[in-house]
């Protein structure tokens, strides 16, 4: 049904491009779009954030629209119904997972760069969910983010100072300073920040079966992550002339030092009987710092462009940690109870470089572009632990040398009103895999993929249409390849698993937009999904002992999204109505053996408010709820709703620039409660209370500026892998 639903689509769409060969070429132009309305004598002028079909994505203008008053980067992001976005966090795509993310060209390596810049300073946003050829394979989807044109010359300065309160205290600070003068631009930046607010709370039921008996173990813990950083990065572009520009970006990451720790009790029950009580007090330190650097150049000879980058990025951590436990069972006296302890501690490292080129030359009324890719990295991983008791724990030294290497080609042509594009990209990864000097063959990897993307989009009638295919990989974070294990109490270990096979997937995507209403599809077959899983501890003789760790899906699966938004702007009111379906059949043991299908649909609601005020007030209001459904093996018992309150206020302070003042509260009725079922041959059940956040940000801004740094990265998602 769905290829029959996708050809006849792609016939009606090939069939309006034989319509329109005589039609002028869309130009691409930034519009504003008001609406006028005369209401008895009163004109009241309102701009809509319109999303249109752009090539291969889906445009969402924010210069000139409420969108310019959301606040951060983030903000604005989390308001584009098909993005999920947080500050500090990753940008992700509904339905196609996280997404790389670009500021004017440039790939962002941090996620605190989004909540540096402000929403102001955004001209538009692409969100791309089937990205072309020029893109890695393991690219779920794109998001590219076009600054305004800067304006003036002269120093200029923007500072940021952000608070966050729900069980403790973040404090955050970010400091700007731009200096150009004709083809010069010179940004320098430094971040600060101690970040103590949240705390994780979670109660959870492990239910499997060791032979007849059924074994529970119902747990409560208490998690709390402390750290500070400072971050100072410096970026330098020079634009010779409009045909030559050329610039380097380095950035330094401290954090000297982090505390975690947790209190976890667990209950300890066999066929209904209480047996045990065990008490685990966990404590966990790290330190890290990174180094990146990018140097690219982006330049044109005659008719043929050429985008060259090329990337480093080194860092070094340690994370010290250790265990004590307590065990009592009903007839013991408290003096007889037993203690084990556990200390451990983790080193790891990255050396890793990579080079990316790009040509582009017009071909046959169209462009062809072809490139390449080339990446190193060598990564350490010691794990060493020392315990009072012995445990199925091994200590490890591991070694991972991964080369990656890449060509492409990709050739996109506009048929009147019709855009087309087709690209291929031939991907080979050779990895490595040491313990102790010595190779182990069985994880070592060495495989070559094709993986190939179509896009055609046009216009039918007042309606625009995208639809899009792609094949892309998912290659596990290194972090999920570790062999270290870290001990929470006597019966239950976490540990990463060398053994992950990448994870498959054929997408499509269809996008249509109508004025102020979007409406998309995107259908994914996937092989070898991640995901996490409770099982017996692999070579242990006593079957209680529990490892959760990333294992792939025995079995390919479906999955359906479907997004429906609206947007329109009523006067001073600017609503966003968003409702999310997702649809699978996901297949997964159970703790009785036997294998369930996962199909209960899930539902996600939303509808967000920005009410203009006088005085350059603004009120923002936003109301979400989800069903109970089921997603991967994940099945969610409960439905939850979430509601959010905040206020801002602009100030003129003349020529001192500008302050603006953004309060919020975050699930103001402290209902974002988590309620689920992890299925696996142990299923764990998992309820996460919640808790309102507060929020503060203020930001001065002083003969602003905006940078011009057009570096795009070499490498991205290797990197990611970090």
């Known amino acids: 049904m769905i290829l029959r639903t996708t050809a006849f689509i792609a016939a009606m769409m090939m069939y309006a491009a034989a319509m329109a060969q005589n039609d002028s070429l869309l130009k691409d132009t930034m519009m504003w779009y008001n609406q006028t309305h005369q209401l008895d004598g009163i004109v009241v002028q309102g701009r809509l954030p319109k999303t249109r079909v752009k090539g291969d994505a889906m445009r969402t203008t924010v210069a000139g629209t409420i969108l310019e008053k959301a606040g951060t980067v983030s903000d604005a992001l989390a308001r584009i119904p098909s993005l999920e976005a947080e500050r500090d966090g990753a940008v992700k795509v509904i339905g196609r997972g996280d997404a790389e993310v670009y500021i004017n060209g440039r790939r962002v390596q941090d996620a605190k760069d989004l909540s540096r810049l402000r929403s102001d300073q955004i001209q538009h946003v692409d969100v791309v969910q089937n990205p072309g050829a020029r893109y890695a394979a393991s690219t779920k989807a794109v998001v590219r983010i076009t600054l305004k044109k800067a304006q003036g010359e002269g120093i200029s300065f923007q500072d940021n100072a952000g608070a966050m309160y729900q069980y403790g205290h973040t404090l955050t600070n970010n400091l700007d300073v731009n200096y150009r003068t004709g083809g010069l631009d010179i940004t320098a930046s430094l971040w600060a920040g101690h970040y103590g607010h949240a705390k994780s709370l979670q109660e959870n039921t492990l239910t499997y079966y060791a032979g007849p008996d059924k074994i529970e173990g119902v747990s409560w813990q208490e998690s709390k992550n402390i750290w500070k950083g400072w971050s100072p990065q410096l970026q330098v572009n020079y634009m010779l002339n409009e045909n030559h520009s050329f610039g380097a970006y380095y950035k330094y990451d401290r954090h000297p030092n982090g505390n975690y720790n947790c209190l976890y009790y667990t209950d300890n029950f066999e066929n209904g009987n209480y047996v045990e009580r065990s008490e685990s007090n966990i404590t966990q330190e790290d330190q890290f710092r990174k180094h990146i650097f990018n140097a ?5 000879i005659g008719q043929l462009s050429i985008d060259l980058n090329i990337d480093g990025l080194f860092d070094d951590t340690e994370t010290p940690g ?14 007889q109870q037993t203690e084990r302890s556990i200390s451990s501690n983790t080193l790891s490292s990255n050396n890793f470089w990579a080079s990316k080129l790009i040509l582009g030359y017009p071909v046959w009324k169209g462009n062809l572009s072809v490139g390449g890719e080339y990446s190193y990295n060598h990564r350490t991983d010691a794990y060493d632990f020392h315990a009072t008791d012995a445990v199925p724990v091994k200590t490890t030294d591991t070694e991972i040398n991964e080369r990656s290497s890449a060509v492409f080609a990709e050739y996109g042509r506009q048929f009147g ?57 998912e290659r596990p974070p290194y972090a999920n390849l570790t062999s270290s294990t870290v001990y929470i109490n006597r019966y239950t270990y976490q540990s990463g698993n060398p053994y992950l096979l990448p994870t498959y997937t054929h997408s499509l995507v269809l996008n249509t937009a109508y004025k102020w209403m979007n409406l998309t599809l995107n259908y994914g077959r996937i092989k070898d999904a991640i995901t996490m899983s409770t099982e017996p501890y692999p070579g242990s003789a006593d079957p209680l002992i529990s490892l959760v760790r990333p294992i792939n899906s025995q079995k390919d ?17 600017h609503p966003t109505w968003a409702v999310v379906a997702m649809f699978q059949n996901y297949k997964s043991p159970t703790a009785t053996g036997e294998m369930k299908t996962l199909n209960q649909p899930w539902f996600n609601g939303s509808w967000r408010n920005i009410i203009e005020l006088p005085r350059d007030l603004r009120l923002t209001a936003d109301l979400e709820w989800a069903t109970k459904g089921e997603y991967n093996n994940f099945h969610i018992t409960k439905p939850r709703i979430v509601g959010s309150l905040g206020v801002q206020k602009d ?8 302050l603006t003042a953004d309060l919020r509260c975050i699930d103001l009725f402290n209902t974002n409660k988590t309620d689920a079922i992890l299925y696996g041959y142990r299923e764990l059940t998992v309820h996460n209370p919640a808790r309102r956040t507060f929020m503060l940000d203020l930001t001065w801004k002083f003969n602003e500026a905006r940078s011009k740094y057009r570096g795009s990265g070499a490498g991205e998602k290797q990197k990611a892998r970090m």
């Open 417 to 473: 009103r019709v855009f087309a594009q087709v690209g291929l990209r031939y991907e080979h990864l050779t990895n490595d895999y040491y313990n102790f000097g010595q190779k182990e063959d069985e994880v070592c990897r060495d495989y070559g993929d094709w993986f190939p993307t179509v896009v055609i989009s046009a216009p039918i009638g007042k309606v625009q249409l995208s639809l899009s295919y792609r094949r892309d990989i």
């Open 557 to 573: 699966y479906d999955r359906l999204t479907v997004i429906a938004s609206a947007r329109p702007t009523i006067g001073c009111w």
């Open 296 to 300: 690219y150049y982006n330049g044109r």
């Open 651 to 658: 100030f003129h302070l003349r020529r001192f620039g500008s």
């Open 322 to 335: 250790s265990t004590t436990e307590t065990t009592a069972v009903p007839s013991v006296a408290v003096q």
